[in-house]
C-alpha cells in the first residue's frame, strides 16, 4: 500500500470518529453530557480528577451547541446557489475569494437566526450548570430560597431575569437580522 492510501485510511477513521463524536452530542441529552464531563471522565482520565463545575459546565455548553451550530453553518453554505460558485470560478477567483467574498456573506445572513437562537438557548441552558455545584443564577437563588422558604419569590425572579435577557437578546437578533437584510431589500 502506497503511503498516501495509508494517510486517506487514517483520515477515514478520525471522520468516522469525528461523526460519531459529534452524533454523540446532538443525541443526548445536555445534562447527561454536563455529568459525564463533570463525574465521568475523571474517572476516564487521571488527570482531569481536578475538573471544576465551571469547566465542565463550560466545556459541555460548548460542544453541546457547536454540535448545533457547525450543522447550522454548514446547512447555510450548502444552501448558496451553486451558480454564484461557478461565476466567481469562471472570473478566476480561488477558493479562499470565493469562500470570503461570495459564500460567506450570504451564508451568514441565513446562519444567523439559528445561531443567534442557539445563543438564546444556551444563555438559558447554563441554569444546568447548577447541577453540577456551580454557584450562578439558580444556584444562588436556590440557597437565598433555602434561606429565606420564598420558593415562588425567588423562582419567579429568577424567570423573569432569564425572560428579560431573552427579550434583549432578541431585540438585538432583530436588528442584526435588519442590517443583514438591507442589501435585499427593495
Not at 15 to 24: I, N, Q
Not at 25 to 46: A, D, K
Not at 124 to 147: D, H, I, N, P, W
Not at 155 to 173: H, K, M, P, R, T
Request: charged letters at 15%.
Amino acid at each position: 500500500m502506497s503511503a498516501g492510501g495509508g494517510s486517506r485510511i487514517k483520515g477515514a477513521v478520525l471522520e468516522r470518529f469525528l461523526a460519531t463524536v459529534y452524533l454523540f452530542f446532538r443525541g443526548t441529552p445536555l445534562l447527561v453530557q454536563l455529568f459525564l464531563f463533570y463525574y465521568g471522565l475523571p474517572q476516564l482520565i487521571s488527570s482531569l480528577i481536578a475538573i471544576t463545575g465551571v469547566t465542565a459546565a463550560v466545556l459541555g455548553l460548548t460542544l453541546h451547541f457547536s454540535a448545533y451550530m457547525a450543522e447550522s453553518i454548514r446547512a447555510a453554505i450548502v444552501g448558496i446557489d451553486r451558480s454564484q460558485t461557478e461565476a466567481a470560478l469562471s472570473i478566476g477567483m480561488i477558493q479562499s475569494q470565493l469562500m470570503r467574498r461570495i459564500i460567506l456573506p450570504q451564508a451568514t445572513r441565513v446562519a444567523t437566526p439559528t445561531l443567534m437562537n442557539y445563543f438564546i438557548d444556551m444563555i438559558k441552558a447554563t441554569s444546568l450548570a447548577f447541577t453540577l455545584g456551580v454557584t450562578e443564577l439558580m444556584g444562588a437563588t436556590q440557597k437565598e430560597a433555602a434561606g429565606s422558604f420564598l420558593y415562588l419569590e425567588a423562582f419567579l425572579l429568577v424567570a423573569l431575569i432569564y425572560w428579560a435577557i431573552v427579550e434583549v437578546l432578541s431585540w438585538g437578533q432583530r436588528r442584526l437580522e435588519i442590517y443583514l437584510n438591507k442589501a435585499y431589500q427593495r
